[in-house]
């Protein structure tokens, strides 16, 4: 049985709670973006506003994390139960974490980007 997603001493329930918590806040925002939708008659304007504001931005920044805390945890536990040579697995490992790093950078030069 595998007990940590990384070598930082976690356990599994940590990883579990955090998987949670990160999904709760992904949800969050969803709905969040999707009733503004809804609730309001957005133009491009509007809609720059909304994402210039600094409540915005930090709350997108936490989605962005969430994202990332999400599916390194996601990924990397069906990786380790059903990649078994060892090469292959850590190539899609590393693979992941690059992608997950370069959504991280994309996400944040998006949110504080001009």
Do not use: C, E
Request: glycine share 6%; no cysteine.
């Amino acid at each position: 049985m595998v007990t940590k997603a990384t070598n930082f001493g976690r356990n599994g329930v940590s990883d579990w709670i955090l998987q949670r918590a990160s999904a709760v806040i992904l949800a969050a925002y969803t709905v969040f973006v999707i009733g503004y939708l809804l609730l309001n008659d957005v133009d491009a304007a509007m809609w720059q506003g909304l994402f210039a504001s600094l409540p915005m931005q930090i709350f997108s920044i936490l989605a962005v994390l969430a994202f990332v805390a999400h599916a390194w945890i996601g990924m990397w536990t069906v990786v380790t139960d059903y990649v078994k040579p060892i090469r292959v697995r850590y190539a899609a490992i590393m693979a992941i974490a690059l992608i997950l790093f370069a959504y991280l950078v994309w996400g944040v030069a998006v949110v504080f980007g001009n």
